[in-house]
């Protein structure tokens, strides 16, 4: 599906691939200093940086992955919770408010839906508005070759019918339930930052991305 997903971007625009676990193989160890002390202080930075480099760059992120269990992959989860120090309740990116991602899933038969919240409601909370989604129940097989020449058409039908949706690569405009979560994380950096002695690192990025205004001063001359 992902093959056939990008068939048609290919040789028009750079493709960055990243394969896991191979490209991201370690798990969040809860140290916090991504958080507290900066991104680059990840233990698992080297791996890390790089994947979200790509990220901001790119103009559509596309997430392929299996069926486990119901739910995403422990890879792809372990992915995602490296980067929740991007959710916009801690430091988002502006880059990530104008961006498409596509999610690909599939499964032997399974419902498809909860696999792919998993990254749905990270891409959400990172700022991102338009996430089309396309999940699969391979259904005659386990593996590709033991589906049909039917099953197999029938697949590439959805995903080609996908890919023509995303081939121009626009910009997507904010949508409400978004805007609605950084309307609330605005308003919670801006109180942390006029109420705590020792600013945060997400209020402060905050303040230099001009989102909040910083009522400190006004605040010392109140008392
Ligand atoms: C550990 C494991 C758990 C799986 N759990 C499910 C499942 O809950 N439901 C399902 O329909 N398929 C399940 N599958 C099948 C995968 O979704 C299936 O291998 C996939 O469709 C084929 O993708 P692949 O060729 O990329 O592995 C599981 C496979 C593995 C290895």
Same mark, same amino acid.
């Given at each position: 599906m992902k093959e056939r997903f990008l068939e048609?971007?290919?040789?028009?625009?750079? +493709? +960055?691939?990243?394969v896991l676990p191979k490209d991201m193989p370690e798990f969040c160890l809860g140290c916090k200093n991504c958080f507290f002390r900066g991104e680059d202080k990840c233990p698992h930075a080297v791996f890390i940086e790089p994947i979200w480099n790509s990220i901001l760059e790119a103009d559509l992120i596309v997430f392929a992955y299996p069926v486990y *269990? $119901?739910?995403a992959p422990g890879s792809v989860k372990a992915l995602l919770d490296?980067? %929740?120090v991007h959710w916009m309740v801690h430091r988002p990116e502006k880059e990530m408010f104008s961006k498409n991602a596509v999610i690909l899933t599939n499964s032997v038969g399974a419902p498809n839906a909860a696999a #792919? &919240?998993? /990254?749905?409601t990270s891409l959400n909370w990172m700022g991102i508005s338009r996430i089309r989604r396309l999940g699969i129940g391979l259904m005659e097989g386990v593996i590709w070759p033991e589906l049909s020449e039917k099953r197999k058409a029938f697949i590439y039908k959805? /995903?080609? *019918? $996908?890919?023509? #949706? %995303?081939? =121009?690569l626009k910009k997507e405009r904010m949508r409400i339930k978004v805007k609605l979560?950084? @309307?609330? %994380? &605005?308003?919670?950096?801006?109180?942390?930052?006029k109420s705590s002695k020792? *600013?945060?690192?997400?209020?402060?990025?905050?303040?230099n991305n001009?989102? +909040? &205004?910083?009522?400190?001063? #006004? =605040? @010392? *001359? =109140?008392h």
């Open positions: 048609p971007f290919r040789g028009m625009h750079e +493709i +960055i691939e990243y *269990a $119901l739910r490296h980067f %929740c #792919q &919240k998993d /990254v749905m959805k /995903v080609d *019918a $996908l890919s023509r #949706q %995303c081939m =121009n979560y950084f @309307a609330l %994380c &605005k308003k919670m950096h801006e109180a942390g930052l020792e *600013a945060f690192l997400d209020d402060l990025h905050y303040l001009g989102w +909040i &205004k910083d009522r400190r001063k #006004q =605040n @010392a *001359a =109140n």
